[in-house]
């Protein structure tokens, strides 16, 4: 059998400990609900300022247990990276679309990461031995993003001259051109999916989806859709308050290269795993105050071992967790 086959050759296993390193949204409704409802939709105005603190941390994996962990060439342990950045948003123009022009400023920055339970780069900017870091380099400096009141990111622009200040070949100057990349600042603003401008009033208990899609290297590309239900909206100071949940469940992927490729190996896992989430919206400002979501996922193999004793067993535990927190502080 293959997972025999893979348990047997200590090349495969090497390979195997190295597996690791949005979509449109649809409004769907359960139905009518009460006569509060809110406008979930963001609204942007000239000269508009907020204050947000955003925390991501990116991990992976691999765990062995049994006879095998104690063999050396069988190293696991823990690679990502955790990133605290505060910034600053003014919106400088809105279309007749009502787009908005927001002209972001990095105002601190925390960067940490780890490679195989080795610590990395660790910086802190409000830390001064760091002053000379290149990561450092980013306080004060910024770029521009055109945001839907769905929360799309149209574009990324005014990048260059960060870019050229920081551009190095150590570690640190990597990390700040890497998240300067457009691809990571679409990521960075534009997670949360809110509905279709012509299905963005909603009810409680009302829903609108969103699709999400991972690509985990030799375990596959997964694709998720977010539901987003509306749990409750409330009035605070005159203003309407919503609070929206999110559980996503796997969602439809076209068939691929890399699809096809871990066919095999997906078979011989026992997976489980959570992806949830939570949105504050204020509805009369059209502005997020704050916004969580978790991924947490675990891939299981075990091998028996001879005559199926415990003793014997063998397993390998993978592991990868996402995590996105967006908090309103001005």
Not at 37 to 47: G, T, V
Not at 90 to 102: L, P, Q, T, W, Y
Not at 127 to 140: C, F, H, I, M, T
Not at 271 to 283: H, M, P, R, V
Request: glycine share 8%.
């Amino acid at each position: 059998m293959l997972w025999k086959k893979i348990f047997a050759c200590s090349a495969c296993i090497t390979v195997l400990v190295l597996l690791f390193a949005g979509g449109c949204t649809e409004a769907v409704s359960d139905g009518p609900g009460p006569e509060v409802a809110a406008e979930m939709a963001l609204k942007f105005a000239p000269d508009e300022m907020a204050t947000y603190r955003l925390t991501t941390r990116a991990e992976k994996s691999v765990e062995f247990e049994g006879p095998m962990a104690k063999d050396p060439q069988f190293m696991g342990g823990v690679t990502g990276n955790r990133i605290e950045m505060t910034f600053t948003q003014r919106i400088r123009s809105v279309d007749e679309e009502g787009n908005g022009v927001a002209e972001i400023t990095i105002e601190d920055l925390k960067y940490s990461s780890t490679q195989k339970n080795k610590h990395g780069l660790d910086f802190d900017s409000s830390r001064e031995q760091d002053s000379g870091n290149p990561l450092a380099k980013l306080v004060g400096q910024g770029y521009t993003i055109t945001i839907t009141p769905a929360g799309e990111i149209l574009e990324v622009s005014d990048t260059a001259g960060t870019l050229s200040v920081v551009k190095g070949l150590d570690a640190a100057s990597q990390a700040a051109m890497a998240l300067l990349k457009s691809s990571t600042i679409k990521e960075r603003h534009g997670v949360l999916h809110l509905p279709a401008k012509e299905r963005s009033l909603l009810h409680p208990s009302e829903k609108w989806s969103s699709m999400k899609s991972y690509d985990f290297k030799m375990m596959g590309p997964k694709a998720y859709e977010k539901i987003y239900t509306i749990e409750q909206i409330i009035d605070r100071d005159s203003r309407k308050v919503a609070t929206v949940g999110m559980n996503a469940i796997p969602g439809s992927q076209s068939a691929g290269a890399a699809e096809q490729d871990t066919s095999a190996l997906s078979k011989m896992l026992d997976e489980k795993g959570t992806y949830t989430g939570e949105l504050k919206f204020d509805a009369t400002t059209g502005s997020i105050e704050s916004y969580r979501e978790k991924l947490e996922l675990e891939w299981i193999m075990v091998d028996p071992g001879a005559g199926g004793t415990e003793a014997a067993a063998n397993a390998i535990r993978m592991g990868a967790m996402h995590l996105y927190d967006l908090q309103r502080i001005d």
